[in-house]
Protein backbone atom coordinates (compact mmCIF):
# COMPACT_ATOMS: atom_id res chain seq x y z
CA UNK A 1 0.00 0.00 0.00
CA UNK A 2 1.05 3.51 -0.78
CA UNK A 3 2.73 5.41 2.07
CA UNK A 4 0.28 8.49 2.57
CA UNK A 5 0.65 11.72 1.44
CA UNK A 6 1.36 15.07 4.03
CA UNK A 7 -1.58 16.53 2.33
CA UNK A 8 -3.70 13.28 3.85
CA UNK A 9 -2.78 14.18 7.64
CA UNK A 10 -5.39 16.47 8.36
CA UNK A 11 -4.55 19.46 9.83
CA UNK A 12 -7.16 21.80 12.60
CA UNK A 13 -9.34 24.16 10.57
CA UNK A 14 -7.49 27.51 11.88
CA UNK A 15 -10.34 29.76 14.41
CA UNK A 16 -10.50 33.10 14.80
CA UNK A 17 -9.40 34.18 18.50
CA UNK A 18 -11.79 35.84 20.40
CA UNK A 19 -11.59 39.72 20.50
CA UNK A 20 -13.33 42.23 21.93
CA UNK A 21 -13.97 45.48 19.87
CA UNK A 22 -10.81 47.16 20.94
CA UNK A 23 -8.81 44.41 19.31
CA UNK A 24 -8.39 42.61 22.72
CA UNK A 25 -7.89 38.30 22.85
CA UNK A 26 -10.17 37.22 25.55
CA UNK A 27 -8.70 34.04 26.79
CA UNK A 28 -9.38 33.95 30.92
CA UNK A 29 -12.82 33.01 32.21
CA UNK A 30 -13.79 33.58 36.03
CA UNK A 31 -16.82 31.79 36.96
CA UNK A 32 -18.05 32.38 40.15
CA UNK A 33 -19.88 28.91 41.43
CA UNK A 34 -21.78 30.74 44.71
CA UNK A 35 -22.19 34.02 45.95
CA UNK A 36 -22.03 32.80 49.64
CA UNK A 37 -19.18 33.17 51.98
CA UNK A 38 -18.64 31.90 55.10
CA UNK A 39 -16.14 35.10 55.97
CA UNK A 40 -17.26 38.82 56.67
CA UNK A 41 -14.36 40.74 55.56
CA UNK A 42 -14.52 43.93 56.57
CA UNK A 43 -13.61 45.17 52.93
CA UNK A 44 -16.10 43.18 51.08
CA UNK A 45 -19.15 42.51 52.89
CA UNK A 46 -21.01 44.34 55.54
CA UNK A 47 -21.66 41.04 57.59
CA UNK A 48 -25.15 40.48 55.81
CA UNK A 49 -26.21 36.38 55.32
CA UNK A 50 -24.01 36.29 51.78
CA UNK A 51 -26.34 35.10 49.01
CA UNK A 52 -28.49 36.97 46.83
CA UNK A 53 -28.24 35.43 43.90
CA UNK A 54 -29.67 31.85 42.65
CA UNK A 55 -27.35 29.31 41.88
CA UNK A 56 -26.97 27.59 38.93
CA UNK A 57 -26.86 23.54 38.97
CA UNK A 58 -22.90 22.28 38.41
CA UNK A 59 -24.00 20.69 34.91
CA UNK A 60 -25.50 24.36 33.96
CA UNK A 61 -21.85 25.62 34.94
CA UNK A 62 -20.26 23.11 32.96
CA UNK A 63 -21.90 23.03 29.83
CA UNK A 64 -21.79 27.22 29.69
CA UNK A 65 -17.40 27.13 30.26
CA UNK A 66 -17.73 23.87 27.46
CA UNK A 67 -19.26 27.43 25.43
CA UNK A 68 -16.85 29.63 26.31
CA UNK A 69 -14.24 26.83 25.81
CA UNK A 70 -15.03 26.17 22.02
CA UNK A 71 -14.36 29.91 21.61
CA UNK A 72 -10.96 30.13 23.26
CA UNK A 73 -10.90 30.16 26.45
CA UNK A 74 -7.75 28.93 27.73
CA UNK A 75 -7.77 29.87 31.31
CA UNK A 76 -10.93 28.89 33.59
CA UNK A 77 -10.77 30.40 37.56
CA UNK A 78 -13.61 29.24 39.94
CA UNK A 79 -14.46 32.00 42.86
CA UNK A 80 -17.28 32.75 44.33
CA UNK A 81 -18.68 34.09 47.27
CA UNK A 82 -16.17 31.30 48.47
CA UNK A 83 -16.07 28.43 46.21
CA UNK A 84 -15.56 25.72 48.59
CA UNK A 85 -19.03 25.96 49.93
CA UNK A 86 -20.31 25.15 46.74
CA UNK A 87 -21.32 21.22 46.53
CA UNK A 88 -20.49 19.38 43.61
CA UNK A 89 -16.86 21.64 43.30
CA UNK A 90 -14.86 18.46 43.18
CA UNK A 91 -17.06 16.89 40.15
CA UNK A 92 -16.92 20.33 38.30
CA UNK A 93 -13.42 20.45 38.86
CA UNK A 94 -12.92 16.70 37.41
CA UNK A 95 -14.95 17.21 34.32
CA UNK A 96 -13.68 20.51 33.47
CA UNK A 97 -10.21 19.16 33.38
CA UNK A 98 -11.26 16.78 30.33
CA UNK A 99 -11.98 19.49 28.31
CA UNK A 100 -10.08 20.49 25.57
CA UNK A 101 -8.68 24.14 24.08
CA UNK A 102 -9.15 24.76 20.27
CA UNK A 103 -5.39 23.91 20.29
CA UNK A 104 -6.18 20.36 21.87
CA UNK A 105 -4.16 21.28 25.24
CA UNK A 106 -5.70 20.72 28.64
CA UNK A 107 -7.33 23.97 30.39
CA UNK A 108 -5.25 25.65 32.73
CA UNK A 109 -7.79 25.14 35.97
CA UNK A 110 -7.19 27.08 39.04
CA UNK A 111 -9.49 28.53 41.91
CA UNK A 112 -9.81 31.32 44.43
CA UNK A 113 -10.46 30.72 47.82
CA UNK A 114 -10.03 32.12 51.73
CA UNK A 115 -9.31 28.81 52.40
CA UNK A 116 -11.34 28.14 55.62
CA UNK A 117 -12.29 24.68 53.98
CA UNK A 118 -8.86 23.61 52.05
CA UNK A 119 -7.01 21.14 54.20
CA UNK A 120 -9.54 18.65 53.44
CA UNK A 121 -10.33 19.86 50.00
CA UNK A 122 -6.93 20.32 48.66
CA UNK A 123 -5.83 17.00 48.15
CA UNK A 124 -9.54 16.03 46.35
CA UNK A 125 -9.50 19.16 44.37
CA UNK A 126 -5.39 18.21 43.27
CA UNK A 127 -6.58 14.56 41.97
CA UNK A 128 -9.85 15.80 40.14
CA UNK A 129 -7.46 18.06 37.86
CA UNK A 130 -7.01 21.42 39.54
CA UNK A 131 -3.85 22.78 39.14
CA UNK A 132 -3.33 25.93 41.18
CA UNK A 133 -5.43 27.78 43.97
CA UNK A 134 -4.82 31.42 45.19
CA UNK A 135 -5.54 31.73 49.12
CA UNK A 136 -7.07 35.34 50.13
CA UNK A 137 -4.95 35.95 53.51
CA UNK A 138 -5.03 39.68 54.51
CA UNK A 139 -2.70 39.61 57.31
CA UNK A 140 -0.22 37.23 58.48
CA UNK A 141 -0.63 37.65 62.23
CA UNK A 142 -3.94 36.09 63.95
CA UNK A 143 -5.41 39.16 65.59
CA UNK A 144 -5.18 41.34 62.38
CA UNK A 145 -6.50 38.29 60.49
CA UNK A 146 -9.62 37.78 62.32
CA UNK A 147 -10.50 41.63 62.72
CA UNK A 148 -10.57 41.94 58.90
CA UNK A 149 -12.63 38.20 58.60
CA UNK A 150 -14.70 38.44 61.75
CA UNK A 151 -14.24 34.50 62.19
CA UNK A 152 -12.70 33.40 65.17
CA UNK A 153 -9.84 30.98 64.67
CA UNK A 154 -9.84 31.59 60.77
CA UNK A 155 -6.36 32.34 60.76
CA UNK A 156 -5.13 28.54 61.98
CA UNK A 157 -7.98 27.41 59.47
CA UNK A 158 -5.95 29.08 56.67
CA UNK A 159 -2.78 28.84 57.24
CA UNK A 160 -3.64 24.60 57.80
CA UNK A 161 -4.90 25.40 54.02
CA UNK A 162 -2.11 26.87 52.52
CA UNK A 163 0.30 24.34 53.61
CA UNK A 164 -2.18 21.11 52.80
CA UNK A 165 -2.34 22.82 49.56
CA UNK A 166 1.26 23.24 48.76
CA UNK A 167 1.13 19.74 50.04
CA UNK A 168 -1.08 18.40 47.58
CA UNK A 169 0.87 20.04 44.36
CA UNK A 170 -1.03 22.79 43.93
CA UNK A 171 1.56 25.10 43.34
CA UNK A 172 2.51 27.82 42.06
CA UNK A 173 0.94 29.23 45.19
CA UNK A 174 -0.48 32.13 45.31
CA UNK A 175 -1.76 34.53 48.09
CA UNK A 176 -3.61 37.54 47.64
CA UNK A 177 -3.95 40.30 50.31
CA UNK A 178 -6.00 43.44 50.28
CA UNK A 179 -4.16 46.37 51.83
CA UNK A 180 -6.30 48.80 53.55
CA UNK A 181 -4.48 51.66 55.63
CA UNK A 182 -5.24 51.76 58.67
CA UNK A 183 -6.05 48.42 58.66
CA UNK A 184 -3.20 45.82 57.62
CA UNK A 185 -1.10 47.74 56.14
CA UNK A 186 0.83 47.29 58.92
CA UNK A 187 1.71 43.56 57.68
CA UNK A 188 3.24 44.44 54.83
CA UNK A 189 6.73 43.44 55.88
CA UNK A 190 5.98 40.33 57.62
CA UNK A 191 4.15 39.39 54.03
CA UNK A 192 7.42 39.67 52.69
CA UNK A 193 9.11 37.68 55.31
CA UNK A 194 6.44 35.08 54.72
CA UNK A 195 6.49 35.22 50.98
CA UNK A 196 10.31 33.30 51.89
CA UNK A 197 9.38 31.42 54.73
CA UNK A 198 6.44 29.55 53.36
CA UNK A 199 7.44 29.44 50.14
CA UNK A 200 4.40 31.22 48.21
CA UNK A 201 3.72 33.84 45.88
CA UNK A 202 2.25 36.93 47.82
CA UNK A 203 0.25 39.66 45.44
CA UNK A 204 -0.81 42.60 46.74
CA UNK A 205 -3.86 44.04 45.41
CA UNK A 206 -5.05 47.45 45.55
CA UNK A 207 -8.93 48.10 46.91
CA UNK A 208 -10.94 48.92 44.60
CA UNK A 209 -14.86 50.09 45.02
CA UNK A 210 -16.63 46.80 44.84
CA UNK A 211 -16.91 46.71 48.44
CA UNK A 212 -21.12 46.31 49.74
CA UNK A 213 -20.59 49.39 51.94
CA UNK A 214 -18.85 52.52 51.91
CA UNK A 215 -15.32 52.12 52.88
CA UNK A 216 -13.34 53.26 49.72
CA UNK A 217 -11.80 56.61 49.51
CA UNK A 218 -8.37 57.24 47.66
CA UNK A 219 -6.88 57.66 50.60
CA UNK A 220 -7.20 53.91 52.14
CA UNK A 221 -5.58 52.16 48.97
CA UNK A 222 -2.06 51.30 49.09
CA UNK A 223 -0.35 51.75 46.31
CA UNK A 224 2.48 50.19 44.00
CA UNK A 225 4.82 52.47 44.43
CA UNK A 226 4.33 52.03 48.52
CA UNK A 227 4.39 48.98 48.89
CA UNK A 228 7.55 47.96 46.42
CA UNK A 229 9.27 51.15 48.45
CA UNK A 230 8.44 49.91 52.00
CA UNK A 231 9.52 46.21 51.39
CA UNK A 232 12.61 47.58 49.53
CA UNK A 233 14.09 49.29 52.69
CA UNK A 234 13.64 45.72 54.43
CA UNK A 235 14.55 43.81 51.85
CA UNK A 236 15.88 45.07 48.60
CA UNK A 237 13.70 43.76 45.45
CA UNK A 238 14.48 43.13 41.86
CA UNK A 239 11.73 43.73 39.22
CA UNK A 240 11.24 40.30 37.15
CA UNK A 241 10.12 40.82 33.47
CA UNK A 242 6.43 39.70 32.40
CA UNK A 243 5.76 36.29 31.17
CA UNK A 244 2.60 37.59 28.91
CA UNK A 245 1.27 40.58 28.07
CA UNK A 246 -1.83 40.09 29.56
CA UNK A 247 -0.14 39.82 32.93
CA UNK A 248 -1.89 41.38 36.03
CA UNK A 249 0.76 41.47 38.27
CA UNK A 250 3.87 43.54 38.69
CA UNK A 251 6.53 41.05 40.00
CA UNK A 252 9.83 41.22 42.13
CA UNK A 253 11.61 39.06 43.62
CA UNK A 254 14.47 39.49 46.43
CA UNK A 255 17.83 40.30 46.26
CA UNK A 256 19.08 36.52 46.83
CA UNK A 257 16.28 35.42 44.66
CA UNK A 258 14.41 33.46 47.33
CA UNK A 259 10.84 33.94 47.05
CA UNK A 260 7.93 35.95 44.84
CA UNK A 261 6.09 39.30 45.58
CA UNK A 262 3.78 40.77 42.88
CA UNK A 263 1.59 43.84 42.87
CA UNK A 264 -1.67 44.53 41.07
CA UNK A 265 -2.48 48.05 40.94
CA UNK A 266 -5.94 48.22 38.98
CA UNK A 267 -6.38 51.82 40.84
CA UNK A 268 -2.92 53.72 40.18
CA UNK A 269 -1.78 51.91 37.31
CA UNK A 270 -4.77 50.00 35.77
CA UNK A 271 -4.22 47.57 33.27
CA UNK A 272 -7.22 47.51 31.06
CA UNK A 273 -5.16 47.70 27.71
CA UNK A 274 -4.22 44.40 28.23
CA UNK A 275 -6.98 42.97 30.04
CA UNK A 276 -8.00 39.36 28.58
CA UNK A 277 -10.75 38.67 31.04
CA UNK A 278 -14.38 37.97 31.01
CA UNK A 279 -16.66 36.81 34.05
CA UNK A 280 -19.49 34.45 34.61
CA UNK A 281 -21.64 35.11 37.92
CA UNK A 282 -23.00 32.68 39.79
CA UNK A 283 -26.51 33.28 38.21
CA UNK A 284 -25.08 32.97 34.84
CA UNK A 285 -24.79 36.74 33.66
CA UNK A 286 -21.80 37.61 31.52
CA UNK A 287 -20.05 40.48 32.92
CA UNK A 288 -17.45 41.85 30.83
CA UNK A 289 -15.57 44.08 33.10
CA UNK A 290 -15.38 44.22 37.04
CA UNK A 291 -16.88 47.81 36.59
CA UNK A 292 -19.54 47.05 33.94
CA UNK A 293 -22.59 48.88 34.11
CA UNK A 294 -24.19 46.00 32.25
CA UNK A 295 -24.98 42.48 32.58
CA UNK A 296 -25.89 40.18 29.53
CA UNK A 297 -28.09 36.83 30.55
CA UNK A 298 -26.15 33.67 29.11
CA UNK A 299 -28.15 31.75 32.05
CA UNK A 300 -31.36 33.54 30.50
CA UNK A 301 -30.48 31.97 26.66
CA UNK A 302 -29.54 28.62 28.25
CA UNK A 303 -32.63 28.16 29.95
CA UNK A 304 -35.30 29.44 27.00
CA UNK A 305 -33.62 26.14 25.34
CA UNK A 306 -30.36 27.68 22.81
CA UNK A 307 -28.14 25.21 21.42
CA UNK A 308 -24.27 25.57 21.79
CA UNK A 309 -24.31 27.92 18.09
CA UNK A 310 -26.75 30.32 19.79
CA UNK A 311 -24.61 30.32 22.80
CA UNK A 312 -21.45 31.26 21.20
CA UNK A 313 -23.08 33.56 18.78
CA UNK A 314 -24.13 35.29 22.22
CA UNK A 315 -21.22 35.38 23.63
CA UNK A 316 -19.17 37.14 20.67
CA UNK A 317 -21.68 39.71 20.28
CA UNK A 318 -21.32 39.85 24.26
CA UNK A 319 -17.38 40.58 24.22
CA UNK A 320 -17.39 43.04 21.31
CA UNK A 321 -18.89 45.25 23.78
CA UNK A 322 -16.39 45.06 26.59
CA UNK A 323 -15.60 48.05 27.81
CA UNK A 324 -12.49 49.91 26.94
CA UNK A 325 -11.26 50.55 30.78
CA UNK A 326 -12.42 51.29 34.22
CA UNK A 327 -12.98 54.82 35.63
CA UNK A 328 -12.50 54.48 38.99
CA UNK A 329 -11.04 57.74 40.45
CA UNK A 330 -12.55 59.93 38.21
CA UNK A 331 -15.48 62.61 38.40
CA UNK A 332 -18.92 60.81 37.61
CA UNK A 333 -17.31 57.04 38.37
CA UNK A 334 -20.44 54.51 39.44
CA UNK A 335 -20.00 51.60 41.34
CA UNK A 336 -21.22 48.52 39.71
CA UNK A 337 -24.87 47.21 41.08
CA UNK A 338 -23.01 43.77 42.19
CA UNK A 339 -20.27 43.99 44.85
CA UNK A 340 -17.13 41.67 44.18
CA UNK A 341 -18.67 38.70 46.83
CA UNK A 342 -21.44 38.91 43.96
CA UNK A 343 -19.82 39.45 40.85
CA UNK A 344 -16.63 36.40 41.71
CA UNK A 345 -13.09 38.15 41.99
N1 LIG B 1 -13.93 33.77 48.75
C1 LIG B 1 -12.83 33.68 47.86
C2 LIG B 1 -11.64 34.40 48.42
O1 LIG B 1 -11.70 34.88 49.55
O2 LIG B 1 -10.63 34.44 47.74
C3 LIG B 1 -13.11 34.16 46.42
C4 LIG B 1 -13.92 35.40 46.23
S1 LIG B 1 -13.14 36.89 46.77
C5 LIG B 1 -14.34 38.07 46.28
C6 LIG B 1 -11.84 37.03 45.55
C7 LIG B 1 -10.75 38.03 45.85
O3 LIG B 1 -11.26 39.33 45.72
C8 LIG B 1 -10.13 37.92 47.23
O4 LIG B 1 -8.74 37.81 47.11
C9 LIG B 1 -10.51 39.23 47.87
O5 LIG B 1 -9.55 39.65 48.78
C10 LIG B 1 -10.61 40.14 46.68
N2 LIG B 1 -11.41 41.34 46.90
C11 LIG B 1 -12.63 41.42 47.47
N3 LIG B 1 -13.05 42.70 47.47
C12 LIG B 1 -12.07 43.44 46.90
C13 LIG B 1 -11.93 44.82 46.61
N4 LIG B 1 -12.87 45.69 46.90
N5 LIG B 1 -10.78 45.23 46.01
C14 LIG B 1 -9.82 44.33 45.68
N6 LIG B 1 -9.92 43.02 45.91
C15 LIG B 1 -11.03 42.57 46.52
Not at 195 to 216: D, K, T
Not at 273 to 286: H, N, P, Q
Request: glycine share 8%.
Amino acid sequence: MAAPSFSAIPVPAPHPPLTDSHGRVIHDLRVSITDRCNYKCVYCRTGEVGAQYPELAIEEYLRLIAVFVGLGITKVRLTGGEPLLRRGLVDLVRELSRLRTLDCDPLDLALTTNGHLLESLAQPLKDAGLDRVTVSMDAVDASTFERITRVEGSFSKVLAGVRAARAAGLTPLKINCVLLRGFNDDQIEGFARFAREENVVVRFIEFMPLEEGRLWTPEIVVTLREIVDRIGRALPLVELPPREASETARRYTFADGVGEIGIIAPVSQAFCGACSRVRLTSDGKIRTCLFSQVEHDLYGRLRAGAGDEELRAYIVRTIQEKEARHHIGEPGFLKPSRSMVHIGG
